[in-house]
C-alpha cells in the first residue's frame, strides 16, 4: 500500500488535517440536513425554499470533495463514515415529520451561522500551518456565507 507523504511538517500537518476533519463532517451533515428538509417541506413558500434548499445542498457537497480531496494531498485520510459524521456533528438536528418553510428557513440561517463560526476558527488555525487549506477554507467560508445572507433574507 502507498502512503501519500506530506509536503507539511507534522506538526503543520495535523493542525490542518484537524481543522480539515471537521470541515468534512460540517460540509457532510449541512448536505444531510438540507436534504431532509428539502424531502419534508411544506408551506406558502414550498417551491423557492425547496430550489434554495438544492442550491445549499450542491454546495455542501462540492466543498465536501474539495475538503476530502485537499486533507488526502497533505497526508490525512478524511473519514466521511456515516457513524463519524453522526457521532462528530454538532448542527442542530431537525425534527422528523413535515417541516414548515418558515422553521426551515430559520433553522438553516441558525445552522449556517454555527458552520460558519466553525469555519472561521478554522481559518485562524491555520493561518501560519497551511495557508494553502486556510485559502480553501476561506473560499468555502465565503460561499457559505452568502448561503447565510439568502436564507436569512427570508426569515
Given at each position: ?16 488535517g ?7 463532517v460540517?460540509?457532510i ?8 428538509a428539502?424531502?419534508?417541506l411544506t408551506g ?7 430550489e434554495?434548499l ?11 470533495d ?10 490525512v485520510?478524511?473519514d ?7 457521532d462528530?456533528?454538532?448542527i ?7 417541516l414548515a418553510?418558515?422553521?426551515?428557513v ?8 454555527q ?9 485562524t488555525a491555520?493561518?501560519?500551518p497551511?495557508p494553502?487549506?486556510q485559502?480553501?477554507?476561506i ?12 436564507f436569512?433574507?427570508?426569515v
Amino acid at each position: 500500500m502507498v502512503a501519500v507523504k506530506s509536503p507539511l511538517a507534522e506538526a503543520d500537518r495535523k493542525v490542518a488535517g484537524e481543522a480539515l476533519q471537521g470541515a468534512l463532517v460540517d460540509l457532510i451533515d449541512l448536505a444531510l440536513i438540507g436534504k431532509q428538509a428539502h424531502w419534508n417541506l411544506t408551506g406558502r413558500h414550498f417551491k423557492v425554499v425547496h430550489e434554495h434548499l438544492d442550491e445549499l445542498v450542491d454546495l455542501a457537497r462540492q466543498y465536501q470533495d474539495e475538503v476530502a480531496e485537499r486533507a488526502v494531498a497533505i497526508g490525512v485520510n478524511p473519514d466521511g463514515r456515516a457513524r463519524t459524521v453522526a457521532d462528530r456533528t454538532e448542527i442542530p438536528q431537525l425534527e422528523a415529520g413535515y417541516l414548515a418553510d418558515d422553521k426551515v428557513v430559520a433553522a438553516i440561517t441558525d445552522a449556517l451561522a454555527q458552520v460558519i463560526g466553525r469555519f472561521r476558527e478554522r481559518i485562524t488555525a491555520t493561518d501560519e500551518p497551511d495557508p494553502v487549506t486556510q485559502d480553501l477554507l476561506i473560499e468555502t467560508t465565503a460561499a457559505l456565507e452568502k448561503q447565510h445572507w439568502m436564507f436569512q433574507a427570508q426569515v
